[in-house]
């Protein structure tokens, strides 16, 4: 079976959302007026990740359920995560080093690294564990609920095969969060405001509370096409248009509001799936791969390797002085250096490896 090509749209969406990340974490949120707002919102892009991958896996799979029947989902998922192992392996070895054993301490909530918490590392199940999920990296919660996600899809891919059953599975999942969230704030008020590492676990990192925004994603791969289907190409721009305007302005009241009652990860999901609807709907994303394209296509190993990157440069002191200029070199060596990283890693680790696991498992003799 041949693989889809890639997605330059996609690819550079993916490249805006890392480069917003690395901001986040290089610490770019001192940063005077809107310029320090939208610098601490630049974590939320995770979400956009999140969106970009539901998408994904359901475009993936529907060429596959199509091919094979619906027989070997599982196969499907566990080719593509242990196509991801290789480059995530190198980065828990490097943190190891970096972190020399003990793991990133604030998300350890105090705990010291246990033996349970590696294996879970290892087996990618860390993302069922609030001191597990994001201690020995310090950003691989990402990991932990895609993981996690990966081995839900063989259960529930063959049962959303249309925008009616998936958009059912999507309220049912926003509803789940929702009242997960208005239960934890009431039965586990205490515990939350006694622990910022249990507080962002429940309302935000666990696969409760990502699960509706994978699910989004899922369902604009059915919605989508139908309004191209049902509208003109002038309707659809004029739609498309009002989803930016409508995603920009949930985005900026997000930076300056916050999220009140609603989940984090929730919220943030609607405005990036506005924000992707109406990139979608304005292109057919098979165009020219641009550099934004070129940077989202490693995205992957520049998530897993820049906070490391950072980390480094802390420690060492290095890209002191002016605030201002400091973080420029901070920023722009964390983005070059892991960026070459990236490039590296997928060449020589993740294609390769993909590409004799996908031969294996899809061949047609098989």
Known sequence: MKRQPRDSSIDAMKGIGILCIILTHADA??????AGRFAAFG???VQLFFLLNGYLIWRGTEKYLADRGGIGLFKWSLVHVLAMLPVYYVSLVAACIIYRGEGYAYWLGGRSVSAGNVAS??????????????SLIGVEWYLGDLFLFYLLVPLIRGRLKDLRSTGLALAGSAATSLMFTAAAKVFLAEQIAGSPVLEAYILNFCLVQQ??????GAALYYLIPEIRAGWNDTVCRRIAALCMIAAAGGMIFLMYFGTGPLPVALASGVVFGLFFAGARLFSSGHGKAGILAQIGRVSYG?????????????RAGIFQGNAL???SLRYLAA?????ALAVMADRFLTKPVKRILWNYSFSERR
Do not use: C, D, K, S
């Open 43 to 45: 974590a939320r892009f």
């Open 29 to 34: 949120a001192f940063l005077p007026g809107p």
């Open 211 to 216: 699960l509706p925004v994978f699910l989004l």
């Open 121 to 134: 590392h290892f087996l990618g199940l860390f993302g069922l564990n609030p001191y597990w999920i994001n």
């Open 335 to 339: 983005f070059v250096g892991t960026f």
């Open 325 to 327: 200029i400091a973080l």
């Open 302 to 314: 520049i998530y897993l390797f820049h906070f490391l990157l950072l980390q480094i440069f802390r």
